[in-house]
T-cell receptor
């Protein structure tokens, strides 16, 4: 089955700096890569996603890049703010029959220092 | 729209007790999922339902059963709870088919003593 590795497990940055979180996946059939933000005591919230036919996608201060050849994808957050502090999860997905299953990375605790 | 809702928010059980976690979605989604989240391990899929009337095992199904009651509701049952099932449980849903985006509920924090 699919295996997703995520690095780093913790990341501290100064407010205004950029943060980068990286993930690798094992199954070349994976074709959808979402990123989730999870605040303390809440469920994961989808913040950005990318499909395998796209190399880069940007939404305001957040961007995701995908390298299919190397089987890795990254989340980039620019101009970080204290409210960006949370746990971030990457995931990779294969469409299995009529359902899409996500395999998650182990998460990155991002702390933005004021 | 409430999105995905889960009950209860918190639960404490003794070893051997049983309980059912409830999940409902109002987005008219076809597919629903149950995950567990443990520290340092991300989210792991327990069971999923591609559409009403179907259920399939995920990565960690042992000790659990599910019921897709109708299109809106998907429940997770622990028949005989064990301390290893102490975790946070999340329900999620997606359109299914060509639908990609998966939406999560707020979670149920379960402790088994």
């Amino acid at each position: 089955g699919e295996n997703v590795e995520q690095h780093p497990s913790t990341l501290s940055v100064q407010e205004g700096d950029s943060a980068v979180i990286k993930c690798t996946y094992s199954d070349s059939a994976s074709n959808y890569f979402p990123w989730y933000k999870q605040e303390l005591g809440k469920g994961p919230q989808l913040i950005i996603d990318i499909r395998s036919n796209v190399g880069e996608k940007k939404d305001q201060r957040i961007a995701v890049t995908l390298n299919k050849t190397a089987k890795h994808f990254s989340l980039h957050i620019t101009e970080t703010q204290p409210e960006d502090s949370a746990v971030y999860f990457c995931a990779a997905s294969i469409s299995s029959g009529s359902a899409r299953q996500l395999t998650f990375g182990s998460g990155t605790q991002l702390t933005v220092l004021p | 729209n409430a999105g995905v809702t889960q009950t209860p928010k918190f639960q404490v059980l003794k070893t051997g007790q049983s309980m059912t976690l409830q999940c409902a979605q109002d987005m008219n989604h076809n597919s629903m999922y149950w995950y567990r989240q443990d520290p340092g391990m991300g989210l792991r899929l327990i069971y999923y339902s591609a559409s009403e009337g179907t259920t399939d095992k995920g990565e960690v199904p042992n000790g659990y059963n599910v019921s897709r009651l109708n299109k809106r509701e998907f429940s997770l049952r622990l028949e005989s709870a064990a301390p290893s099932q102490t975790s946070v449980y999340f329900c999620a849903s997606t359109e299914g088919g060509r639908g990609f985006k998966q939406f999560f509920g707020p979670g149920t924090r379960l402790t088994v003593l």
